[in-house]
T-cell receptor, first 111, second 111 residues
Framework: GENVEQHPSTLSVQEGDSAVIKCTYSDSASNYFPWYKQELGKRPQLIIDIRSNVGEKKDQRIAVTLNKTAKHFSLHITETQPEDSAVYFCAARAGGFKTIFGAGTRLFVKA | SQTIHQWPATLVQPVGSPLSLECTVEGTSNPNLYWYRQAAGRGLQLLFYSVGIGQISSEVPQNLSASRPQDRQFILSSKKLLLSDSGFYLC??????????FGPGTRLTVL
């Protein structure tokens, strides 16, 4: 069945450094790749997404890249801040209905 | 604007008791609806999704069921709760091919 692998499971960086989270997906029909941020005890919230017709998308300190051939996509956070500390989920969707989520990456940004 | 509601926010139930969690969406019509479960410190497990009234797709065989009696209402039920049913239950909605928006969640503890 469909699967999304996410690495690393935990990531600790110093404030101001960059953080990179990587995901791979199995369903070649996937065409939509959202990233969610979940703070402790709260609901996941979309921070950025990318569609299969685009290779890269950037929004201020956050960027996402997509390699459809390799079925890889990555989240890049530059100039990290303590408030970036949270759990980040990647996801992949094919056909507009079912979204498969990765297991999550717990990001710690040390001040 | 669209909003999504879940209740109750918190629930403590004994093993073997029934369960009913409700999710409603306002401000949109014919949404895709989803139920996810998140165990403590874990990822998002898709339980059910629905593309229309009375149309339910189950992702994981277990003692839970879902129903969609109205266009913007999605209910998660169980006849007999297990200890392993404890977790954070998230409802989400989306338009076809668009991002998912999550509800505030219900934290269920089965004792």
């Amino acid at each position: 069945g469909e699967n999304v692998e996410q690495h690393p499971s935990t990531l600790s960086v110093q404030e101001g450094d960059s953080a990179v989270i990587k995901c791979t997906y199995s369903d070649s029909a996937s065409n939509y790749f959202p990233w969610y941020k979940q703070e402790l005890g709260k609901r996941p919230q979309l921070i950025i997404d990318i569609r299969s017709n685009v290779g890269e998308k950037k929004d201020q300190r956050i960027a996402v890249t997509l390699n459809k051939t390799a079925k890889h996509f990555s989240l890049h956070i530059t100039e990290t801040q303590p408030e970036d500390s949270a759990v980040y989920f990647c996801a992949a969707r094919a056909g507009g209905f079912k979204t498969i989520f990765g297991a999550g990456t717990r990001l710690f940004v040390k001040a | 604007s669209q909003t999504i509601h879940q209740w109750p926010a918190t629930l403590v139930q004994p093993v073997g008791s029934p369960l009913s969690l409700e999710c409603t969406v306002e401000g949109t019509s014919n949404p895709n609806l989803y139920w996810y479960r998140q165990a403590a410190g874990r990822g998002l497990q898709l339980l059910f999704y629905s593309v229309g009234i009375g149309q339910i797709s189950s992702e994981v065989p277990q003692n839970l069921s879902a129903s969609r009696p109205q266009d913007r209402q999605f209910i998660l039920s169980s006849k007999k709760l297990l200890l392993s049913d404890s977790g954070f239950y998230l409802c989400a909605w989306s338009r076809q091919g668009e991002e998912q928006f999550f509800g505030p969640g219900t934290r269920l503890t089965v004792l």
